[in-house]
């Protein structure tokens, strides 16, 4: 009985090992080598889906105009937390691209080697007058000592598509679905476990009886 189960557990725990590396963040890359984005991108213990993309704020978030349902996150805190993930865990170099010595390889930036900027919209800007929007503005250097997340605003028609502007690109985050095999699986282990350990116990109680 013992030896089955701990064949349960063996299989139990490999299935979790796997589970747990499809929640590792995952490159896409497209074929020029360009980053377009990443998958599974650990925020605060939640995972998110990232496209890097060239446009307006308006364009690409539902008219950018309400932050509760336009933008992923909706404070400076959760922006930058956004922010330091691309920079711990997206922006890095390996075998598909050299992305953090050489920031010009994530899609969208073209008019600088030294920083490419990425943009996080989370509010509007309160500023009379101003058509702006507040974002988490993560920037990637070449020289990953001067990397950081600085929050700032910028026009909700800025387009970055233009001369002066592409050298940043909107990363546009969602959330992604949690697999839920691995947490099964945690649970069943822990009970399995918690069975051996009260047959064991049981077992030891008879042995003393016994004697």
């Given amino acids: 009985m013992l030896r089955s189960l701990s064949r349960v557990i063996a299989g139990l725990s490999l299935l979790l090992a796997a589970g747990l590396a499809q929640t590792a963040p995952i ?7 360009k ?4 998958r599974n991108v650990d925020v605060g213990g939640i995972l998110y889906h990232v496209d890097f993309r060239d446009g307006t704020c308006v364009g690409l978030f539902s008219g950018c105009d309400t932050p509760v349902t336009d933008f992923a996150f909706t404070t400076s805190a959760d922006a930058s937390a956004a922010g330091a993930a691309l920079l711990a865990q997206v922006f890095l170099d390996g075998v598909q691209g050299q992305f953090d010595t050489n920031p ?8 600088s080697i030294f920083l490419c900027e990425a943009l996080i919209p989370y509010a509007m800007n309160q500023i009379p007058g101003f058509d702006g929007v507040h974002i988490g503005d993560v920037q990637n250097f070449i020289n990953q000592a001067q990397d950081k997340v600085t929050d700032v605003n910028t026009f909700r028609n800025g387009d970055t598509t233009t001369t002066a502007s592409n050298d940043a690109v909107w ?15 945690c649970l069943l282990l822990a009970g399995i476990a918690l ?3 009260r047959r064991r116990n049981r077992n030891r109680a008879g042995q003393h009886q016994r004697l």
Avoid: K, Q
């Avoid at 010009?104 to 073209?110: D, I």
């Fill in 27 to 33: 490159l896409i890359v497209d074929g020029t080598g």
């Fill in 35 to 38: 980053l377009t984005g990443a």
């Fill in 104 to 111: 010009s390889l994530v899609a969208g930036y073209s008019n």
């Fill in 171 to 185: 990363a546009v985050f969602s959330r992604a679905s949690v697999p839920e095999p691995p947490t099964y699986a």
């Fill in 195 to 197: 069975a051996m350990s």
